[in-house]
């Protein structure tokens, strides 16, 4: 690679390829890179001991490869009934104790649909004073989105696993908020896994009646969101 070329880099690293000498085939081993990294790369090459005149354009990548994962997180117990958590201005949102340090991927719940079409979001936040997610006022720590509108219509409804837009590294014994949207302007509800019997003691349900803004307490050991957090 000829100098000229290392100026447009802020840093760059050299990489060979796999082949040795002068080939047609040219394979080479870079990374590790994490999701959502975005790297710059071009080609050069020899032709024996020579450096060939010609250049590649510089490309970009972004790592969108979600390396596979396993559930680190879960509420206790998945039986019980269905309740609205995304529906207008009424979210929902279940605190929990991360079980361990973990860079969570994407989140599933047990799910099922009343009306039409609707855009969910689901959102982590950090807990606050009054041991409830913050508020809408702050950017959340990651979300993700789904849509609604090809997804079971009634119980017992399906099994659904929402990616998060970018991993979110949580850490053991903190509790973080898990928070259900809807589309504020289009109240068709959304019934997610709760536990009313048997809640988790580690996790406990809240909810709003602001959009998100500001949410309040059932309390601990009253009701539980059935969820998984997975990642790695």
């Known amino acids: 690679m000829d100098w000229a070329a290392y100026w447009c880099y802020t840093s760059w690293t050299l990489v060979d390829q796999n082949e040795a000498g002068d080939t047609t085939t040219h394979t080479f081993n870079v990374g590790p890179f994490n999701f959502g990294d975005t790297i710059w790369y071009r080609f050069h090459g020899n032709i024996g001991a020579v450096s060939s005149p010609s250049d590649s354009p510089i490309f970009q990548a972004t790592w969108t490869f979600i390396p596979p994962s396993s559930v680190l997180q879960t509420s206790c117990d998945p039986s019980g009934n269905f309740f609205a958590v995304a529906e207008d201005k009424n979210p929902k949102a279940v605190v929990f104790t991360a079980a361990s340090s973990f860079s969570a991927r994407s989140l599933k719940i047990l799910a099922y649909k009343s009306g039409t079409t609707n855009i969910c979001t689901f959102e982590v936040r950090p807990i606050v004073a009054g041991g409830v997610p913050q508020g809408a006022a702050n950017p959340p720590l990651a ?16 099994l659904i696993e929402i990616p998060l837009t970018t991993p979110v590294a949580l850490t053991s014994g903190v509790q973080y908020g898990l928070c259900f949207f809807g589309n504020k302007s289009n109240p068709d509800r959304f019934y997610v896994r709760y536990n009313f019997e048997n809640p988790c003691p580690l996790s406990y349900a809240c909810y709003s009646t602001d959009f ?3 949410y309040l307490q059932w309390g601990a050991g009253v009701v539980d969101i059935w969820f998984e957090l997975w990642g790695g």
């Open 212 to 214: 998100g803004y500001i």
């Open 143 to 158: 979300s993700g989105t789904l849509d609604i509108s090809g997804i079971a219509t009634g119980p017992p409804g399906q």
